[in-house]
């Protein structure tokens, strides 16, 4: 009797587990090094397939090119516990040579970037690609701090467990630093 028992609930603690658990789903394939999303001084505009969100970050910096950043993204299909999206939209923008913090309104997750370069302060404006779902989302929020630590620094921000998503950012200006 205990195997048969043990033959019936086993299956159902791995459909369980696979539905619930927190998974490592690295590294992530940014494409090749040369494969940016932009180039130094020009805008962009990227948003992942529908109903999936923004999972890595990659940036470096590059002082010479006008104190800008190259940019690239990865993808993941939100988490099925999440539903099916709902509506997508673009946030506010951010305007560029001032310090800002945003998060995506209406309990959205990221899906998307576009950013425009502006020489005239070395800095960019920045706009979200939201997406909110059927289910709400199950967070409590938290901001990192650590990417990057510096304005000069490269960058490699990754989200390696499921159910962990990129709901907005900040960024500091300095008129000295550029």
């Not at 587990?17 to 992530?28: E, F, I, K, L, N």
């Not at 948003?47 to 470096?60: K, N, T």
Request: hydrophobic share 30%; glycine share 8%; with cysteine.
């Amino acid at each position: 009797m205990d195997l048969v028992l043990l033959c019936v609930f086993l299956p159902l603690v791995a459909v369980a587990r696979g539905q619930y658990g927190d998974y490592y789903y690295g590294p992530y394939n940014y494409g090749d090094n040369d494969e940016w999303v932009n180039v130094y001084r020009q805008g962009f505009n990227f948003q992942c397939p529908h109903g999936q969100v923004i999972v890595a970050v990659r940036s470096v910096f590059n002082k010479k090119e006008g104190s800008d950043r190259l940019w690239n993204y990865a993808c993941m299909p939100a988490a099925q516990s999440l539903g099916e999206p709902t509506e997508c939209w673009w946030e506010e923008i951010n305007r560029a040579g001032t310090e800002w913090y945003q998060t995506c309104s209406n309990n959205g997750l990221v899906a998307g970037f576009q950013s425009q370069y502006f020489p005239s302060v070395l800095d960019r404006e920045w706009q979200f690609y939201c997406c909110r779902y059927s289910r709400r989302c199950p967070y409590s929020c938290w901001l990192t701090t650590e990417y990057p630590g510096h304005y000069g620094e490269d960058m490699d921000m990754i989200m390696y467990t499921y159910d962990h998503y990129i709901r907005g950012a900040t960024t500091t200006f300095s008129a000295v630093d550029r």
